[in-house]
Nanobody, 124 residues
Framework: QVQLVESGGGLVQAGGSLRLSCAAS????????VGWFRQGPGQEREFVAA????????EFADSVKGRFTISRDNAKNTVFLQMNSLKSEDTAVYYC?????????????????WGQGTQVTVSS
């Protein structure tokens, strides 16, 4: 059973930055895809970004493209979501998810493991 733990959320002013971390318990993550999703107040969960753990493939939602980036620290089994130029509409609980496949997907139901989420609040 893979466990995912997000951290790094918080309160930030519009235009600021945050870096979210997703630490995985699984030591053999090389064949997985990892995604980030978010759910704002009164909204459905939506796709934010995803990457192949081994690298080479990354996708972003149009709403965050050019502002968010993904990186990995393989030695620490951790994926990072760097969020820059934050807007009030980025306010949400952010979740990381892992999929037992290296194929990147935007569909949340195709992910097998989920973290508990971390709150990001952007004040205007």
């Amino acid at each position: 059973q893979v466990q995912l733990v997000e951290s790094g959320g918080g309160l930030v002013q519009a235009g600021g930055s945050l870096r979210l971390s997703c630490a995985a318990s699984e030591r053999t993550f090389s064949n997985y895809a990892v995604g980030w999703f978010r759910q704002g107040p009164g909204q459905e969960r939506e796709f934010v970004a995803a990457t192949r753990w081994s690298g080479g493939v990354t996708e972003f939602a149009d709403s965050v493209k050019g502002r968010f980036t993904i990186s990995r620290d393989n030695a620490k089994n951790t994926v990072f979501l760097q969020m820059n130029s934050l807007k009030s509409e980025d306010t949400a609980v952010y979740y990381c998810a892992a999929r037992r496949s290296s194929v990147v997907t935007r569909r949340g139901y195709e992910y097998d493991y989920w973290g508990q989420g971390t709150q990001v609040t952007v004040s205007s």
